[in-house]
């Protein structure tokens, strides 16, 4: 078990651009979170996963914002058209089933958009 | 509306003195409260939480925290602070109302000088 994982840790384009962004959690965590900072800022909800099932997006996760958990396994956030705003920190974890656990972070993927 | 709030942006503290963090929650049910230590460039990672019992906990590094629910409080103490203690740390509290996501504070930055 090496925790979970995140790439690219870093990610500079153009605005625009579409980037799209790879979790692999903690293999047998069912739960699936991903989270965006900003400078000076805690970390965001983005949007949940549950096995295959995305089961909540928060508001801040435009359509220009798409997430998937195929197979309930690794999870990708992609971002089309990126804008100077998307500029973060994005974070993604993973905690198993339990009623109330601890979520288990990666690295993150600094993204900056030009 | 649910909030953690965290009072402190930024905080200098001298190696060898004592720290605490504050941190105060506005959330209807019971919570359930963590501690997260965020070092440049790495991802979270939980130094303590509280979910029910024992209003103190113990956690990693040697740090503490303490829940009053009069005070609708969780803050976190270290007796005596290391150099490598330098970082940002983050309150947060799950929210059993929506799917388990963390709710964080916008963090306290800890600065630690000779």
């Known amino acids: 078990d090496t925790g979970v994982s995140q790439d690219p840790r870093h990610k500079i384009t153009k605005r625009g651009q579409n980037v799209t962004f790879r979790c692999d959690p903690i293999s047998e965590h069912n739960r699936l979170y991903w989270y965006r900072q900003t400078l000076g800022q805690g970390p965001e909800f983005l949007t949940y996963f549950q096995n295959e099932a995305q089961l909540e997006k928060s508001r801040l996760l435009s359509d220009r914002f798409s997430a998937e958990r195929p197979k309930g396994s690794f999870s990708t956030l992609e971002i089309q058209r990126t804008e100077q705003g998307d500029s973060a920190m994005y974070l993604c974890?993973?905690?198993?089933?339990?009623?109330?656990?601890?979520?288990?972070f990666g690295p993150g993927t600094r993204l900056t958009v030009l | 509306a649910q909030s953690v709030t965290q009072p402190d942006i930024h905080i200098t503290v001298s190696e060898g003195a004592s720290l605490e963090l504050r941190c105060n929650y506005s959330?209807?049910?019971?919570?359930?409260l963590f501690w997260y230590v965020q070092s440049p460039g790495q991802g979270l990672q939980l130094l303590l939480k509280?979910?029910?019992?024992?209003?103190l906990v113990q956690g990693i590094k040697g740090f503490e925290a303490e829940f009053k629910r009069s005070q609708s409080s969780f803050n976190l103490r270290k007796p005596s602070v290391h150099w490598s203690d330098a970082a940002e740390y983050f309150c947060a509290v799950w929210r059993a109302d929506s799917w388990g996501k963390l709710q964080f504070g916008a963090g306290t930055q800890v600065v630690v000088t000779p």
């Open positions: 974890a993973s905690s198993p089933a339990g009623m109330v656990d601890e979520q288990f």
């Open positions: 509280y979910f029910s019992g024992d209003t």
């Open positions: 959330y209807g049910a019971t919570p359930y």
